[in-house]
Each structure stands twice: as C-alpha cells, then as structure tokens.
C-alpha cells in the first residue's frame, strides 16, 4: 500500500525507508479512522458560504514576471526549463 | 535609551520623540541577534544589509513626518512567506537556494509601512509540525528552556519575539502555528479569520486553512500589525472583500456583560492539570470583571484532529506535487527520464514529516478511500462549523487552552508523529471553521514554562478577541525568559 502510495506521491523509499514509513502509516491510519466512528454526511452545499471567490478580471493581457525572474531559480535553463528527453 | 523589551507602540513613541534613531534600533538588534542566536537558532537569514537600508529609508520617513505605526519597527519574517531578492527556504532542503523573485502581499504592504526586516526565521518543513524539530536547518530552541522546544510551526517567530531578538514577527497558521508556539514562548499571536490576510506569496501548505499573522509582545501590537497586513487582494482568489476596520478599536472597553463560552471538551484529560487549572483560573480573572462564564460542549472536538490531518495532508500532496526539480527548487543529478528525475528530487529535497503528509493526503484522496477519510472529515468540517455557530449564536467568545501541555523537550514526541498530531487538539478547529483567534499567556507551570490560553471569535470578529485578551493582559505580569 505504501509503495502504491509513494508512486502517487511521486516518492521513492529504500527497503528500510518503506518499513518504516509502513509502521508510520498504520499507527497514522488508526489515527484517522476516528472519523469512521460518527454517521455524518457531508453538504455540498453548505460548504464555502463563508468562503468570498474573487471576481474574474477579465481575460486581457496584464503585465507579468520577466522571462528572466522566472527562469532565476531553475537549476537547467536555456532561455526555459530544460527538462530530460521524454520524446524518442 | 534602553529598547530591550520595548512593546511596538513604546517603541513607536521613542522614534517618533526622537529618543532613540532607527538605525540604533536597528543596530542593537542586530547585535543581540550576534549574541544569542547561535543557541536559539531562530533566524535562517540575517539580512543586515537590507535592515540597515531599511533603517536609513524609515528614518528619513520619520524625519519628513511620515511615519506610519511600523515605521522603523525591526521585525522577523517567518521563512515560507516569500521576500523578493531574499532566500525563503521554508526549512527545506527543497528550497534551500530558494529565491523569490516577487514579495508576497504582506511584505509589500510591510515594506511600504517602513518596517525593518531583520531577517528570516525558522518553522517546521514546510511548516508541518509543531516542534520546529523538523526543520532542515535551524531547529529552533525555547527561551525558557534551551532544552525544550519553541513549538511550531512558527517557532522561529515566536522564539524570536521571546528572546527579544526582533520586536514582532510574522508567522503563518494552519492548524495552531501561530498560537501554539506563542503559548510555548510566553509571546502572543493572533490566527486572523481565513480571508482577512492575502496568502498570496506564502508558500502553500493546505490552502484551505493557512492563514498569516502576526506574533508580538501583546494582543494589541498583534492588532496594531493586523491593520497593515489584512485587506482585499486580487492576487488570493479567497481573500475577503470584507471592510478593513481598527482591530484596536474595542481595546480599553470593559466586558461587562459579555459571555464566554468553555466547552468541556477542552479542559477533559489529556489536558495537563496546570494548564487547565492556569486557563480556568483566567476565566474567573474574566468573571470578576463582569463577563458571564458560559459552560457548553462541543461533541465534534474528538474527532477533530483526525479530519484537520485528513484535509490538510490531502491539500498538501497536491499543493507540493509543484516540486518536480524543473522550474525551481533542489533538481536531483540522478535520473535520465523525466519520471526519475521528479522522484530523486523529491525524495532527496523532501524530509520525512513532508513525506509522510503525502503519503497521508494521497491515501485520503485515493479511489476506495476518499468517501471513508476525505469525505468524512469534510463533513466533520461541516459538523465542527456548526458546533461553533451554536455557541456563537448565545455567546461572544469562546476560551480554551492552547496546547494541551507546556513545551516540551527537543527529544519528546519528534519520533512518534501520531503524538505530535495529537497535541493539536486544542487548535485545530479554529482552523477547520476559519476563525479568529489570540492565545495569550495566561501562567507558567512548576517549571517556569509559560502556558497560553486562546480566545476565539465569531468569523472577521477579531475587535472582540483582542479586546477580551488585552483587559486579560492589562492584569497579567508576564515573566520574560532569562538569557
């Protein structure tokens, strides 16, 4: 399950790593399984009342980073992200 | 003149009597900082340079008649709020070279106050956790007792503002990481309510419930700090359109007549006895002043933590699926496709509390699992909103312990990851329901170690929180760490 997990976390764990995340995720899981004891649904409906979504600006041009400032923290750039060959 | 221990508004009065300049202000912290950080291990980032500037633009500001309520004030920055030009790592190997190429809201709006940024402070990865144990570089050490934790996860701020070694700070609080480690430190914070403050540019953990806010001496330099950090951003998609008001307008008003809730839960076992008796013995300070005590309950509180860990980790696994290695952050040297070049970053720039939240979120969300775990804790959200509305809906506050234990040894817990989740019980609703809330010392234990209590208010009722934890304050003698 863990192994399963990590793959959708996009992680990786070593043989050792993956026995101790193992008994983490149990003691976790027992954790959480509090919430299977009460019969509560939940209302779509209600929820994000108090949440105020912004308006949309609307869909124009609008001034934004530099090229440069945003590339600034990449470790492998070339005037863009370099990223290893997905295409053969 | 003697600054050490200066609240915000003292220290305003000096600069602006011209008792004391910026710079020397400035300076001085900066030397404490030298002094005591190498064993507090609160700031990640000095930024001397920039303070010094700051300083210079402050006094000038100061000297032209200018001055806002922030000019020249010397301030820490909790390090997952982004500073443009400054590294922000957020305790991680991810982002140890990290640096933003824009300012978050908030530090806009700080810097155009004239505030002097002394430097970055330390959290917990990511700020998950509430130790600042897991943080990649500086694991954060409590005034009191070097040999105890500051909390977290804005354990550097609150640190920080015990030591003296900044006036206030900002921290950021998704389920109690502001208010924990202010009650550990003997400091106070403020969680604002969810939307008052942009989180545009604070690095996102569970963007649902991550709030800013400030840490400070007492409750109203925290509101004094919340009038120039809080207001409508076009940047945050949740932030609220809700009118900016004084939140220091209600301090001074007696509270005659106004009623706080205790809901039993949170004074049941599991909470230490002298944090309890401490919280109770406040709630009768309260009662002498007039306010009327309301016994309540609140049945959801055991459930809680599982359903704030539930959402939180199901948000954060998708907010960090961002750090693949590419755009920004640690890139990994092994991997020659794609795919492998994501998980060696990942698992290299990652620390095990991070991971663990991911495993944790993908499981909540995954096909088989998502009715059982994520639905049900987004109905318990629902269920625990409601739970507050009733009490809101006879009372003006509600008063709790902050944590249920005082702060304890560097060694304690950091193993066991289901004890550190529950000992958030105390603060996670807040979140889960988007209130606002103070915690405030409120005693010390047989240690010394100071206890917190939190008041919590009606949703964008802030006034009311800080108003009730001032009068409290007003009558406390508080017992700064020896250092």
Do not use: W
């Given at each position: 399950?863990?192994?399963?997990?990590?793959?959708?976390?996009?992680?990786?764990f070593?043989?050792?790593?993956?026995?101790?995340a193992?008994?983490?995720?149990t003691?976790i899981?027992?954790?959480?399984?509090?919430?299977?004891?009460?019969?509560?649904?939940?209302?779509?409906?209600?929820?994000?009342?108090?949440?105020?979504?912004?308006?949309?600006r609307?869909?124009?041009?609008?001034?934004?980073?530099?090229?440069?400032?945003?590339?600034?923290?990449?470790?492998?750039?070339?005037?863009?992200?370099?990223v290893?060959?997905?295409?053969? | 003149?003697?600054?050490?221990?200066?609240?915000l508004?003292?220290?305003?009065?000096?600069?602006?009597?011209?008792?004391?300049?910026?710079?020397?202000?400035?300076?001085?912290?900066?030397?404490?900082?030298?002094?005591?950080?190498?064993?507090?291990?609160?700031?990640?980032?000095?930024?001397?340079?920039?303070?010094l500037?700051?300083?210079?633009?402050?006094?000038?500001?100061?000297?032209?008649?200018?001055?806002?309520?922030?000019?020249?004030?010397?301030?820490?920055?909790?390090?997952?709020?982004?500073?443009?030009?400054?590294?922000?790592?957020?305790?991680?190997?991810?982002?140890?070279?990290?640096?933003?190429?824009?300012?978050?809201?908030?530090?806009?709006?700080?810097?155009?106050?004239?505030?002097v940024?002394?430097?970055?402070?330390?959290?917990?990865?990511?700020?998950?956790?509430?130790?600042?144990?897991?943080?990649?570089?500086?694991?954060?050490?409590?005034?009191?007792?070097?040999?105890?934790?500051?909390?977290?996860?804005?354990?550097?701020?609150?640190?920080?503002?015990?030591?003296?070694?900044?006036?206030?700070?900002?921290?950021?609080?998704?389920?109690?990481?502001?208010?924990?480690?202010?009650s550990?430190?003997?400091?106070?914070?403020?969680?604002?309510?969810?939307?008052?403050?942009?989180?545009?540019?604070?690095?996102?953990?569970?963007?649902?419930?991550?709030?800013?806010?400030?840490?400070?001496?007492?409750?109203?330099?925290?509101?004094?700090?919340?009038?120039?950090?809080?207001?409508?951003?076009?940047?945050?998609?949740?932030?609220?359109?809700?009118?900016?008001?004084?939140?220091?307008?209600?301090?001074?008003?007696?509270i005659?007549?106004?009623?706080?809730?205790?809901?039993?839960?949170?004074?049941?076992?599991?909470?230490?006895?002298?944090?309890?008796?401490?919280?109770?013995?406040?709630?009768?300070?309260?009662?002498?002043?007039?306010?009327?005590?309301?016994?309540?309950?609140m049945?959801?509180?055991?459930?809680?933590?599982?359903?704030?860990?539930?959402?939180?980790?199901?948000?954060?696994?998708?907010?960090?699926?961002?750090?693949?290695?590419?755009?920004?952050?640690?890139?990994?040297?092994?991997?020659?496709?794609?795919?492998?070049?994501?998980?060696n970053?990942?698992?290299?720039?990652?620390?095990?509390?991070?991971?663990?939240?991911?495993?944790?979120?993908?499981?909540?969300?995954?096909?088989?699992?998502?009715?059982?775990?994520?639905?049900?804790?987004?109905?318990?959200?629902?269920?625990?909103?409601?739970?507050?509305?009733?009490?809101?809906?006879?009372?003006?506050?509600?008063?709790?312990?902050?944590?249920?234990?005082?702060?304890?040894?560097?060694?304690?817990?950091?193993?066991?990851?289901?004890?550190?989740?529950?000992?958030?019980?105390?603060?996670?609703?807040?979140?889960?329901?988007?209130?606002?809330?103070?915690?405030?010392?409120?005693?010390?234990?047989?240690?010394?170690?100071?206890i917190?209590?939190?008041?919590?208010?009606?949703?964008?009722?802030?006034?009311t929180?800080v108003?009730?934890?001032?009068?409290?304050?007003?009558?406390?003698?508080?017992?700064?760490?020896?250092?």
């Amino acid at each position: 399950m863990v192994k399963y997990l990590a793959e959708l976390g996009k992680l990786e764990f070593t043989d050792e790593e993956l026995v101790k995340a193992s008994e983490d995720m149990t003691s976790i899981i027992e954790l959480m399984d509090t919430v299977k004891e009460i019969d509560v649904t939940y209302d779509p409906i209600l929820d994000n009342k108090n949440v105020y979504l912004n308006d949309l600006r609307a869909d124009e041009t609008a001034e934004s980073l530099e090229t440069a400032k945003i590339l600034q923290n990449a470790k492998n750039q070339q005037n863009c992200f370099v990223v290893p060959k997905v295409v053969e | 003149m003697e600054i050490k221990g200066l609240k915000l508004r003292e220290l305003r009065q000096a600069l602006d009597k011209k008792q004391v300049s910026v710079k020397e202000v400035t300076e001085k912290y900066l030397k404490r900082i030298k002094e005591l950080d190498e064993d507090l291990e609160c700031y990640i980032t000095v930024t001397e340079d920039k303070a010094l500037k700051q300083a210079d633009a402050a006094q000038k500001k100061i000297d032209s008649g200018n001055a806002g309520a922030l000019t020249g004030i010397p301030m820490a920055i909790k390090d997952n709020i982004c500073t443009e030009g400054v590294l922000t790592t957020c305790s991680s190997k991810m982002l140890e070279d990290f640096v933003p190429p824009y300012n978050a809201t908030v530090m806009d709006k700080l810097e155009n106050e004239g505030i002097v940024m002394l430097g970055k402070v330390s959290l917990d990865e990511f700020a998950m956790g509430g130790s600042t144990q897991t943080s990649a570089f500086k694991k954060t050490k409590n005034p009191y007792d070097k040999s105890r934790v500051p909390g977290g996860s804005s354990g550097g701020s609150a640190s920080a503002v015990a030591a003296d070694l900044c006036l206030a700070a900002l921290g950021s609080d998704t389920g109690g990481s502001i208010r924990q480690p202010s009650s550990f430190c003997g400091v106070t914070g403020l969680k604002p309510t969810y939307s008052r403050v942009s989180r545009y540019g604070l690095v996102a953990f569970a963007s649902s419930l991550d709030q800013i806010g400030p840490i400070a001496r007492d409750s109203h330099d925290c509101a004094l700090i919340l009038n120039h950090i809080c207001g409508f951003d076009p940047h945050d998609g949740t932030s609220s359109k809700k009118e900016v008001v004084d939140f220091t307008a209600k301090i001074g008003k007696d509270i005659k007549g106004v009623k706080i809730a205790l809901p039993k839960e949170f004074y049941d076992k599991g909470i230490d006895d002298e944090v309890r008796d401490s919280v109770l013995k406040a709630a009768e300070v309260y009662k002498s002043m007039g306010a009327i005590l309301v016994e309540c309950s609140m049945p959801s509180l055991k459930y809680a933590t599982a359903a704030y860990y539930l959402i939180s980790s199901a948000e954060a696994c998708s907010n960090l699926s961002r750090y693949d290695g590419i755009k920004y952050g640690h890139r990994s040297n092994i991997g020659s496709s794609y795919e492998e070049l994501i998980k060696n970053s990942r698992r290299e720039g990652f620390g095990d509390e991070v991971k663990r939240r991911i495993l944790l979120g993908n499981y909540a969300l995954s096909s088989g699992y998502y009715d059982a775990y994520y639905g049900k804790a987004m109905a318990l959200k629902q269920l625990i909103r409601k739970e507050y509305n009733d009490i809101f809906a006879v009372c003006d506050a509600v008063l709790t312990p902050t944590a249920p234990t005082t702060a304890y040894r560097c060694d304690e817990n950091i193993s066991d990851p289901v004890k550190m989740y529950q000992a958030d019980i105390c603060t996670v609703t807040v979140n889960i329901a988007g209130l606002p809330a103070v915690s405030t010392p409120c005693g010390y234990d047989g240690k010394g170690l100071p206890i917190g209590m939190s008041v919590i208010g009606k949703p964008f009722d802030e006034q009311t929180v800080v108003q009730i934890a001032d009068v409290f304050e007003q009558g406390f003698k508080r017992i700064p760490p020896v250092l």
